[in-house]
């Protein structure tokens, strides 16, 4: 079945450096779509972004990720990192028939002043 | 706009004991998912059900039921609740089933607490 892949557990930077989050995919289904959900503390996740096309940068709210389905991977990135972006980040994926969504084990971004 | 609304919003329950967490949604969206989230563990999917009186099973089906007799409405059923479990439950709900590129929209969860 489809598996989304999120190595880093936790990211702890300083307000003001670059953000990367790493994404990675596996899943039959040649045209997938792939999201990126937020949720703050004590609020529910939220979509941040979403893509299907292959190679097109996509941007929402100061966040931008790319979809490489060369190396199945779909980074969320950010130039400057926001004491308010911290937060529990979750890359999904949806192929197929479209009605599963399934997530990964989420990132939580910590950004200190 | 829409809301999805998750009652109770804190649940605790005795060892054995059979729980229903209830969930409302006013977008009129088709499908409707019961997740189950733990730190670590990411969102893991129980049920979801694509139209009115339809389930299906996800990865974590075992252990519970679900029903769907709206389509505005979506119950979950742990069947027994296994001691000192502690975990947060999401419903969502999308719109038209069939779609790759719809936005999940998530309710404010139920923290279920097992003692």
């Known amino acids: 079945g489809d598996s989304v892949t999120q190595t880093e557990g936790l990211v702890t930077l300083t307000e003001g450096l670059p953000v990367m989050l790493n994404c990675t995919y596996q899943t039959i289904y040649s045209n997938p779509f792939l999201f990126w959900y937020v949720q703050h503390l004590n609020e529910s996740p939220r979509l941040l972004l979403k893509?299907?096309?292959?190679?097109k940068r996509t941007e929402h709210q100061g966040f931008h990720a790319t979809l490489h389905k060369s190396s199945s991977s779909f980074h969320l990135q950010k130039s400057s990192a926001q004491l308010s972006d911290s937060a529990l980040y979750y890359c999904a994926l949806s192929g197929g028939m479209g009605y599963k969504l399934t997530f990964g084990t989420g990132t939580s971004l910590l950004v200190d002043p | 706009g829409g809301i999805i609304t998750q009652t109770p919003k804190f649940l605790i329950g005795q060892e054995g004991q059979k729980l229903t967490l209830k969930c409302q949604q006013n977008?009129?969206?088709?499908?409707m998912y019961w997740y189950r989230q733990d730190s670590g563990k990411g969102l893991r999917l129980i049920y979801y059900s694509i139209t009115e009186n339809d389930l299906q099973k996800g990865d974590l089906s075992e252990g519970y039921d679900a029903s769907r007799e709206k389509k505005s409405s979506f119950s979950l059923t742990v069947t027994s609740a296994q001691k000192n479990e502690m975990a947060v439950f999401l419903c969502?709900?999308?719109?038209?089933?069939?779609?790759?590129?719809?936005?999940?929209?998530f309710g404010s969860g139920t923290r279920l607490t097992v003692l």
């Open positions: 893509s299907f096309t292959d190679n």
């Open positions: 969502a709900s999308r719109r038209d089933w069939g779609t790759s590129a719809e936005t999940l929209y």
């Open positions: 977008f009129n969206h088709d499908t």
